[in-house]
Nanobody, 125 residues
C-alpha cells in the first residue's frame, strides 16, 4: 500500500521561507514523478511543481517559478519543496502526489493516484 506523509507546514510571515517534505512508501519511488499541489479555501487543487523519478526534470507553475524548488532523495524515498519569498497568496494546504503511471509527467490532479494528508501553510502579510 502506497503511503505519502507530508510535513513542514506552518505559519510564517511574507518574505519568509519554508521547507516541506513528503515521505513515501509502498512502491518503487524512483520510477514515478512526484508532484506538489495546493488548495486554498474555496478553490480547486492546483499544480505547484513536479519532479521526475531521477530528479533531473522539474516543472513549476508560473506563480511559483523562481521562488520554489522541488528536489528528491530516492535513498530516503522523500521529495522536498523549498519555498522562498513566500506571499500571502501562497497560503493553502499543500499536498504531495505520486503519479499513477511510471515515468509519466503531468500537471493534472487526475494523473496522480496517491496523495498525502496535506500540510497547512499560512503566510501572514
Amino acid at each position: 500500500q502506497v503511503q505519502l506523509v507530508e510535513s513542514g507546514g506552518g505559519l510564517v510571515q511574507a518574505g519568509d521561507s519554508l521547507n516541506l517534505s513528503c515521505a513515501a512508501s509502498g512502491r518503487t519511488f524512483s520510477n514515478y514523478f512526484m508532484a506538489w499541489f495546493r488548495q486554498a479555501p474555496g478553490k480547486e487543487r492546483e499544480f505547484v511543481a513536479s519532479i521526475s523519478g531521477s530528479g533531473r526534470t522539474t516543472d513549476y507553475a508560473d506563480s511559483v517559478k523562481g521562488r520554489f524548488t522541488t528536489s528528491r532523495d530516492n535513498a530516503k524515498n522523500t521529495v522536498y519543496l523549498r519555498m522562498n519569498s513566500l506571499k500571502s497568496e501562497d497560503t493553502a494546504v499543500y499536498y504531495c502526489g505520486s503519479a499513477a503511471r511510471a515515468y509519466y509527467r503531468s500537471r493534472l490532479t487526475g494523473d496522480y493516484t496517491y496523495w498525502g494528508q496535506g500540510t497547512q501553510v499560512t503566510v501572514s502579510s
